[in-house]
Each structure stands twice: as structure tokens, then as C-alpha cells.
């Protein structure tokens, strides 16, 4: 790994990073999250709680804490940016289930959101019923600060969406080994969000999925202590 390279992980007095999707003012949250100034919205995407309990009912014992630790992020952004509103960009739940597997802790820590401020669940292929009782409004798809906040992507390169969905990651070579980081994509048309959830994987963002989405191959914005622009020729597959 580069000097050049692990500076990605240095401390910034700006940790976020500010671009521009469709003209349109997006700040880029070093925990995944996407900040609208405009319409004073936190929007995050894929958080996909109680997967660690989906897991373990088939048999893959994980450390029952995602959801945990999810909530816990959420939380300390609302509370560092007083948003009038939080959008939840699809598959918030893991499976058709999850919400009966949510601890009372936890689906009392949503309503308390959806008390204080609006919350917007997008439906995804994971929660298609979107909401249910934890409080706030689901809708397949919605318009905010001149943007179109959906789940999955549209097929080919538009102008002006916000989506989720491919839990787009990158992944640098160096010297001295090779860094993978979650990571925003965009090519200043278009923005995909990388999953909020603890446990949520992540798809290497030269992988084929994503060669329509862009008129011009994407940046990665890589997450760590700040968010770095990685340009698309730095960008390495996952596998020779």
C-alpha cells in the first residue's frame, strides 16, 4: 500500500466530502449516509437489520449486534445533523421477517425517530411491505431537492438518481498490499449509495452490474475516517 493510499484513512477536518449529482449539492457522510443541505435530509440505503438473526436461524451463528450497531450510527448522524427527515433507500429489513425478530429496544428506538422527525421507507426487494408498524410512511419511489430517491437502480445511465441496492465497494492496490472499502459511486449524473447495514456485503464496483448504469466510468468515494475520491482508472477487481 502507498503512502498515497493510506492517507484514504487519515483523520480530515472535513471528514465528508461535497459533490455535485445532476447539479444538485450531496454531501458525501464518511458512515455511508448521504446529506441533502437543500431539503435537510439523511438518506441511507441497504440496512438491512436483523440479518445477523436471519442468519442464525439457518445455521450461520454471527454476533446478534448489527442491528445494534446500525441503529447506534443512524442515531449519531441525526443527532449531528438535525434532519427534518430520514429516507431509508430499501431493504432497511433484511427479509419478510425481520421485523418480528426486532427487539423491543429496537423497534421502540425507530419509533422515537419517526416521533421527532419524518421518516420516508423506500420499498426494496428485501422489505417490499416497506414500514409495517415501525413507524414513518413507505413509498415506491420519491422526488427530493430536484433528485429521484429509489431503490434499485434504473438500468441505463440517467441524470438525477439517488439509489442503492448494489452495495457498491472498491478496492485499491499498493507496495505493500491492496485496501477494499465501501464506497459512494458516482459520474456526477447518477449517485449510488453503499449499504448502511453492519452486516451488509459488498459488490466490487468494476464488476458488470454496474458497466450500464454510468454514461462515463464512476468514481468510487471510498469510506474510512473521511471520504476520498478514488478515480477509475486506480480501481482494481476483487480477482485477477
Given at each position: 500500500?502507498?503512502?498515497?493510499?493510506?492517507?484514504?484513512?487519515?483523520?480530515?477536518?472535513?471528514?465528508?466530502?461535497?459533490?455535485?449529482?445532476?447539479?444538485?449539492?450531496?454531501?458525501?457522510?464518511?458512515?455511508?449516509?448521504l446529506?441533502?443541505?437543500?431539503?435537510?435530509?439523511?438518506?441511507v440505503?441497504?440496512?438491512?437489520?436483523?440479518?445477523?438473526?436471519?442468519?442464525?436461524?439457518?445455521?450461520?451463528?454471527?454476533?446478534?449486534?448489527?442491528?445494534?450497531?446500525?441503529?447506534?450510527?443512524?442515531?449519531?448522524?441525526?443527532?449531528?445533523?438535525?434532519?427534518?427527515?430520514?429516507?431509508?433507500?430499501?431493504?432497511?429489513?433484511?427479509?419478510?421477517?425481520?421485523?418480528?425478530?426486532?427487539?423491543?429496544?429496537?423497534?421502540?428506538?425507530?419509533?422515537?425517530?419517526?416521533e421527532?422527525?419524518?421518516?420516508?421507507?423506500?420499498?426494496?426487494?428485501?422489505?417490499?411491505?416497506?414500514?409495517?408498524?415501525?413507524?414513518?410512511?413507505?413509498?415506491?419511489?420519491?422526488?427530493?431537492?430536484?433528485?429521484?430517491?429509489?431503490?434499485?437502480?434504473?438500468?441505463?445511465?440517467?441524470?438525477?438518481?439517488?439509489?442503492?441496492?448494489?452495495?457498491?465497494?472498491?478496492?485499491?492496490?499498493?507496495?505493500?498490499?491492496?485496501?477494499?472499502?465501501?464506497?459512494?459511486?458516482?459520474?456526477?449524473?447518477?449517485?449510488?449509495?453503499?449499504?448502511f447495514?453492519?452486516?451488509?456485503?459488498?459488490?466490487?464496483?468494476?464488476?458488470?452490474?454496474?458497466?450500464?448504469?454510468?454514461?462515463?466510468?464512476?468514481t468510487?468515494?471510498?469510506?474510512?475516517?473521511?471520504?476520498?475520491?478514488?478515480?477509475?482508472?486506480?480501481?482494481?477487481?476483487?480477482?485477477?
Open positions: 500500500m502507498t503512502l498515497a493510499d493510506a492517507a484514504m484513512l487519515a483523520p480530515a477536518a472535513d471528514s465528508a466530502l461535497t459533490i455535485r449529482v445532476a447539479g444538485v449539492e450531496a454531501t458525501l457522510r464518511p458512515s455511508g449516509a446529506w441533502l443541505a437543500q431539503a435537510q435530509m439523511l438518506v440505503a441497504d440496512l438491512h437489520l436483523e440479518k445477523g438473526s436471519s442468519y442464525a436461524a439457518r445455521g450461520q451463528l454471527l454476533p446478534p449486534y448489527d442491528t445494534l450497531e446500525t441503529l447506534d450510527r443512524l442515531e449519531r448522524e441525526v443527532a449531528a445533523l438535525s434532519p427534518r427527515s430520514v429516507v431509508f433507500l430499501g431493504d432497511t429489513l433484511h427479509d419478510a421477517q425481520a421485523q418480528s425478530r426486532l427487539a423491543a429496544t429496537d423497534k421502540a428506538r425507530l419509533h422515537a425517530l419517526s421527532r422527525l419524518r421518516l420516508i421507507w423506500i420499498r426494496g426487494n428485501h422489505d417490499p411491505d416497506g414500514a409495517g408498524t415501525l413507524g414513518g410512511e413507505t413509498m415506491e419511489v420519491m422526488e427530493a431537492a430536484g433528485l429521484v430517491l429509489r431503490h434499485d437502480p434504473s438500468p441505463a445511465p440517467v441524470s438525477g438518481e439517488v439509489a442503492g441496492h448494489l452495495h457498491p465497494c472498491l478496492r485499491l492496490h499498493g507496495a505493500a498490499g491492496s485496501l477494499r472499502r465501501r464506497c459512494f459511486a458516482s459520474d456526477g449524473q447518477r449517485l449510488i449509495l453503499p449499504a447495514g453492519a452486516y451488509a456485503g459488498g459488490l466490487n464496483l468494476l464488476d458488470s452490474a454496474f458497466t450500464s448504469l454510468f454514461a462515463t466510468p464512476p468510487g468515494y471510498a469510506l474510512g475516517r473521511r471520504v476520498t475520491a478514488v478515480k477509475p482508472q486506480r480501481l482494481r477487481p476483487d480477482r485477477a
